[in-house]
């Protein structure tokens, strides 16, 4: 076998097309350059405009939101918190079977104020109402909230005096998870659905819907960071200045939050916290 | 002693008839009566004297019954006297259980039984909002059903008085520190009696929506 | 200077008491406070002496915080790190089932009671179930009485299963967690396999159990009690000989076996104290006298015996589980009575008296004759005592469980006061509590 060594040149010498920056390689020729290119990267044998061109099209390039969200997405820190029965399968998920470490939620925080997400595993009871509420409240934006089981979601079998039913009652809750108590898996899948939810859109409509705009909390980074709100006009600036993007973003239909897939959903439109 | 399958290992009729006199021998009056149905020894006994046949179970020789498994209430509430307080006795060397029924009338009914009524030994308030009873419209405090605490004579009965308290609004005199145990500090009622309602709320459906419809746009 | 400062104050508080009319209580205004030559703890010009309680400090440990086994709140008083007292505050799951059992039919109770001590769901069906079988009088046969064992050791050793990963986890261990859980989830396997489903399974009915055991079962349970006890020798060398694990619990938390037994307290906790007092023997029921096992008895009770009573419960299960499968005999799974139990469903499309049982049973349940009746068994924390009253309609007039969490949780005081904190979270990993039996 013979194997055909030659540079690829900017104009794609031999004949082969280079792709946008934007496309993936389509045809086994196309592929084939990406890799020929790959190996000379790795030689060092590529320059200039050949080097340029190579990271334009292998790096990830995005706006610094979307960014954001899939990191967010990817690294949720759950808060260790077990109500009632759903919590033994919230801890079978951690575990080896259904890992939830693969999907970057590895590191469980004891404390609010270190978690972004809070699994309401179990039966709220009025008593422990008021501190499942102080606990989401003590916890910094961006957080999200699965009610898992039939019970934080509607209050389940236990329609009485001492249960409250759902815990949507009291707390913003972003995705119900039913069973009683829903397999591992049923709620791996409700956690995945979220991190759909976290890169396709990180609010959540509900500030929109219960007009509360303005109650986030933010925690403050060191002194000299930019806050939060500096880094969401830098990338507004950053957003204005590029070309506009191939497909207009989808307006959003009243009641439609519970979508999980944006394709190329807008840029940081709609909400204010991000 | 113990039979294996489904009996439950307890004193025979005769037996039972003859614990409840040397009971009555010791303090008369003490049991009413007994009962022995569905493999489960019962002494009725007074609630004023039962105190007293409880000591006598556990520390009589040949008796023995030194360890208390249960102690539970229940609301009988068509049937008077409404209250009972359980007490399930273990004597773990003969492998023998024995249950005392304490019948108590709940004196916000009217119907006088012979037993103390609570006002004058409720336990005080501890905070405001928190009073150890219901209160009426009209301002006037129900009175509670009591009954003389055994913490002294079975220490595991502190916490599972203060469950029948919580549950059913039964005074347990002389207990050290009697207070609500799992429902709030400050709830107003005692869930477990027959009439207290179930609760929860109605479910709401298209076709009860309370508010304007599709209010949760 | 600052003694003549002092005096200058006494003076004029003293005039100020003396106008509004009450009396000083200070017999020599002009003593020192502090005497000479007494040991100082603190400078001496700091006016008025410090009292003994405030230098103690309570703190409130939960209802959230993750050593607790679930929300348990915990008010300690502390002088420095020794515990000197401690209030356990609980409530904070209270579902008010035994108020909902009330409510519907007796068949229907069930679910609701498994949901109470939710790690020993098959022991809380077997209460509810084996004391309204005594009030109803009914015997169930013999397969049932085997399949019934076969689920409930199966079922302790998926507690304490969970109670060995979440305990080591808590004393610093943290890897035991996943290998425990790997055993638990094949246990989950099993009961899916039988029942339908991992937890809650309603799998026990009045009269015997839901449904036979599929094909596969046995083949499955066998392979699983083949591989268990070199799991267990796994779990024994990765705690029994490590120091930090012995350090952190011999010696902790030891209670007196009076003691315990004034405070009601039974299961595991009893055992290591020396007590050889299981139900399972003492008071056998179902096909426990039919098996040999043995009762682990512990010496000195502290955190340590704990563990290893345990642990030596989990070799007896797979014993049980081993013995009860052998000796499995064939037949009915559930008894014959019609008045109280499903028929089977190829009946019902042939005799008429089938289908009306069917729907009676289904719209109405059976009635219970008058009576009531207190019944415990052995569950893994202890004896579970289910107390129905059945005033002859449908549905049950009194639900109460006798959990065993809720008396254990007396001793937990006499557990820690004396110790540090660390000896708290290892005397709570120890003492496994169940919050939602507790609450109920």
Not at chain 1, 54 to 70: D, P, Y
Not at chain 2, 112 to 137: F, I, K, L, M, W
Not at chain 3, 294 to 320: F, H, L, Q
Not at chain 3, 354 to 365: C, D, R, S, Y
Request: proline share 8%; net charge negative; aromatic share 8%.
């Amino acid at each position: 076998m013979e194997i055909e060594r030659r540079r690829l040149g900017p104009a794609g010498a031999g004949g082969a097309r280079v792709p946008a920056p934007h496309e993936q390689p389509r045809t086994p020729e196309e592929f084939r350059a990406k890799a020929l290119k790959a190996r000379d990267l790795l030689r060092g044998d590529l320059q200039g405009r050949d080097l340029e061109e190579f990271v334009e099209q292998s790096v990830f390039t995005t706006t610094l939101e979307k960014g954001l969200n899939w990191g967010r997405s990817n690294s949720i820190f759950p808060a260790t918190f077990g109500l009632a029965c759903c919590a033994i399968e919230m801890m079978s998920m951690i575990t080896a079977r259904t890992d939830l470490a693969r999907f970057g939620a590895e590191a469980l925080r004891a404390s609010p104020r270190q978690a972004d997400l809070l699994i309401l595993s179990g039966r709220v009871s009025i008593k422990m109402a008021p501190v499942v509420r102080r606990l989401y409240d003590q916890m910094l934006e961006p957080k999200w909230v699965i009610a898992m089981g039939a019970c934080s979601s509607s209050g389940g079998m236990f329609h009485n005096y001492a249960v409250v039913q759902g815990a949507d009652k009291f707390m913003p809750v972003d995705i119900h998870v039913p069973g009683c108590p829903p397999r591992p898996e049923a709620l791996l899948h409700g956690f995945n659905k979220l991190q759909r939810m976290i890169r396709g859109r990180p609010d959540l409509g509900w500030r929109q819907r219960y007009n509360a705009t303005g109650t986030e909390e933010w925690a403050r980074l060191e002194p000299g960071s930019p806050s939060p709100e500096a880094i969401e006009a830098a990338a507004r600036a950053i957003e204005s200045t590029r070309v506009a993007k191939p497909s207009a973003p989808e307006p959003r239909t009243p009641g439609s939050e519970a979508e999980d897939v944006r394709v190329d959903g807008e840029a940081g439109g709609g909400g204010t916290d991000a | 002693m113990a039979k294996p399958g489904a009996v439950v290992p307890m004193p025979d009729a005769p037996g039972l008839e003859l614990i409840a006199q040397e009971i009555n021998a010791a303090q008369p009056g003490a049991v009413t009566e007994t009962a022995l149905e569905n493999d489960h020894a019962t002494l009725i006994v007074d609630p004023a004297h039962v105190l007293a046949a409880l000591r006598w179970l556990r520390d009589t020789e040949g008796q023995r019954y030194t360890f208390l498994s249960s102690l539970h209430a229940a609301d009988y509430l068509p049937a008077t006297p409404r209250f009972a307080v359980h007490y399930e006795l273990l004597s773990r060397d003969r492998t023998e259980r024995l249950n005392v029924k304490a019948l108590l009338a709940d004196p916000a009914a009217g119907s006088p039984n012979g037993h103390r009524v609570a006002r004058a030994s409720a336990p005080e308030p501890r905070t405001p909002g928190s009073e150890a009873e219901d209160v009426r419209v009209d301002g006037e405090a129900v009175p509670l059903p009591t009954i003389d605490s055994c913490v002294e004579l079975f220490p595991t009965a502190e916490f599972q008085e203060r469950e029948a308290y919580d549950m059913f609004g039964i005074t347990f005199a002389g207990h050290p520190d009697l207070r609500r145990i799992l429902m709030p500090e400050d709830y107003v009622g005692w869930p477990q009696r027959r009439d207290f309602p179930v609760g929860g709320e109605p479910v709401l459906f298209t076709h009860n929506e309370i508010e304007t419809p599709r209010w949760f746009e | 200077m600052a003694e003549q400062r002092l005096r200058d104050e006494v003076a004029e508080d003293e005039r100020v008491l003396t106008e509004r009319g009450v009396a000083p209580e200070i017999e020599d205004p002009t003593a020192p406070l502090v005497q000479a030559g007494a040991r100082i703890e603190r400078p001496p010009d700091i006016e008025g002496e410090l009292e003994p309680e405030q230098e103690l400090m309570t703190i409130n440990m939960g209802p959230h915080h993750p050593a607790t086994h679930g929300v348990l709140r915990l008010i300690v008083t502390l002088r420095g790190e020794e515990v000197l007292d401690l209030k356990p505050v609980v409530g904070y799951v209270h579902t008010g089932i035994e108020k909902n059992c009330e409510d519907k039919a007796y068949w229907k109770v069930i679910p609701y009671v498994e949901r109470m001590d939710y790690l020993a769901y098959f022991f809380n069906m077997e209460a509810f179930c084996g004391t309204v079988e005594r009030l109803l009088e009914i015997e169930i046969p013999d397969r049932a009485k085997y399949l019934r064992v076969i689920h409930m050791e199966l079922n302790r050793l998926h507690s304490h299963l969970v109670w060995l990963g979440t305990s080591a986890l808590d004393v610093g261990a943290i890897s035991m967690f996943w290998y425990c859980f790997r055993e638990r989830d094949k246990i989950l396997d099993l009961f899916e396999m039988s029942a339908g489903q991992r937890m809650h399974t309603r799998y026990f009915q009045v009269g015997g159990v839901f449904e036979d055991i599929p094909l596969g079962y046995e083949r499955k349970l066998r392979e699983f009690i083949a591989d268990m006890p070199s799991r267990i020798d796994q779990y024994e060398a990765l705690l029994d000989r490590n120091e930090i694990f012995l350090r952190r619990t011999k010696g902790v938390g030891a209670v007196s076996r009076e003691r315990l037994l004034e405070l009601g307290v039974t299961g595991p906790l009893l055992r290591a104290a020396g007590e050889p007092w299981d139900l399972r023997k003492s008071m056998p029921s179902l096909a426990y006298c039919d098996l040999d096992f043995k009762i682990p008895v512990g010496t000195v009770g502290d955190c340590y015996d704990r563990y290893r009573v345990r642990v030596a419960e989990m070799r007896e299960s797979v014993r049980i589980i081993e013995q009860a499968l052998d000796g499995l005999p064939e037949g009915p799974w559930i008894a014959d009575e019609r008045k109280y139990v499903l028929p089977p469903r190829d009946e019902l499309s042939t005799s008429m008296e089938a289908l009306i049982h069917h729907f009676k049973l289904v719209t109405e349940g059976y009635r219970v004759p008058p009576g009531e009746l207190y019944y415990s068994i052995e569950g893994p924390r202890g004896e579970l005592g289910c107390f129905v009253v059945a005033d002859g309609s449908a549905k049950p007039a009194r639900v109460h469980f006798r959990d065993p969490s809720f008396t254990n949780l007396q001793a937990f005081r006499d557990m820690c006061v004396g110790g540090y904190i660390a000896d708290l979270i290892a005397n709570l990993a120890m003492l496994d509590p169940i919050l939602g039996g507790i609450d109920r």
